[in-house]
């Protein structure tokens, strides 16, 4: 008998079995609960490591696995150096997968059910400061139909708050310039309302007027921002585009678009807006997510209070200076 070619994304180094059942599990996933494709991958790439490695080991069965095997699996990932964040995240996603399995009668119980991955690291999320924002805003040049339309992404952006893959997202009947509104759909196809600036109304019409007619070259487009064959531009031609234009700005850190979702919410936050109101604008389901963003505001401000009272209290000679030049002498 000839053995049949794998399907599109299988794993013939996988027991057919785990392999069978995980393609149903992601395709439960992706019925369910509208997960975007990006996301289904990073599940199966998850899975599929953890899976081979218990095929591995000594019991070579996956549906098999126990606690064991995954303190083994996780301590293995830990000394390849894998963040605790990423193991985290690997935890929950195995234990989602046998979960289902149970639910599904296909094991007699879920082995990890009561198992809790690492604790991750509170980091405070990285952000822009007025000045670099503003440079990276204005690094399009506004004399081609790209220029135009680059500007439009990252005044949206950042004005909006918004995810990449809910901008890419967008069409033409999203955004409402009048009332300064854009419908987005983000995380399980959630539709939210975000607000947006007077600059990015202006960087949106110069872009609807002057771009977007060149770059869809009189073909019907249903999609917002358009790439140069007047096709959808895709998530990664946004990545792409702030990689280039941050250079450009002489912005050191490295930047994604995401950066600009963290600075627009410490910018808001540090305004003065309320954490309830940024959390709608947001679309995060939790509010404590959105606190983090208040550690950013007051981390920043203790870094004030505390460079004023040392320069108060100290003499001249020792005063820290701003811009970086010597103490001034007496």
């Not at 199966?44 to 095929?55: C, E, K, N, P, Y």
């Amino acid at each position: 008998m000839k053995p049949r070619p794998p399907a599109a994304g299988e794993d013939r180094t996988l027991p057919e079995e785990a392999e069978r059942l995980l393609r149903r599990y992601l395709d439960a996933l992706a019925a369910e609960r509208n997960l975007s494709p990006y996301t289904l991958r990073n599940y199966g790439t998850d899975l599929r490591d953890f899976l081979r490695f218990v095929a591995a080991g000594p019991g070579r069965n996956p549906l098999a696995a126990d606690r064991n095997v995954l303190r083994a699996y996780l301590a293995a990932r830990k000394e390849e150096g894998m963040a605790s964040a990423s193991l985290t995240r690997k935890v929950s996603t195995v234990r989602g997968f046998y979960r289902w399995l149970a639910q599904e009668g296909h094991i007699p119980a879920d082995p990890f059910a009561a198992v809790r991955g690492p604790k991750r690291e509170r980091r405070l999320p990285r952000f822009l400061t007025p000045e670099q924002i503003q440079a990276l805003i204005q690094a399009p040049r506004a004399d081609s139909p790209q220029g135009l339309r680059d500007r439009a992404i990252l005044e949206l952006l950042y004005a909006a708050g918004i995810r990449v893959s809910e901008l890419a997202g967008l069409r033409l009947v999203d955004v409402d310039p009048r009332e300064r509104t854009v419908r987005v759909r983000g995380k399980g196809n959630k539709e939210r309302v975000a607000l947006m600036g007077v600059p990015a109304v202006r960087a949106l019409a110069r872009y609807l007027r002057h771009g977007r007619p060149a770059l869809a070259g009189g073909r019907p487009a249903d999609a917002l921002f358009l790439n140069r064959w007047g096709g959808p531009l895709s998530v990664r031609a946004v990545q792409l585009l702030i990689r280039r234009y941050a250079a450009a700005a002489g912005i050191d850190e490295r930047a994604y678009p995401h950066l600009l979702r963290h600075t627009f919410a410490t910018h808001m936050l540090d305004g003065g807006a309320d954490v309830r109101v940024v959390q709608a604008l947001m679309g995060h389901a939790s509010v404590g997510t959105t606190q983090i963003y208040t550690h950013v505001t007051d981390a920043q401000q203790r870094r004030v209070y505390d460079e004023a009272f040392y320069n108060a209290w100290q003499p001249p000679t020792r005063r820290r200076r701003r811009d970086g030049e010597a103490p001034e002498e007496g």
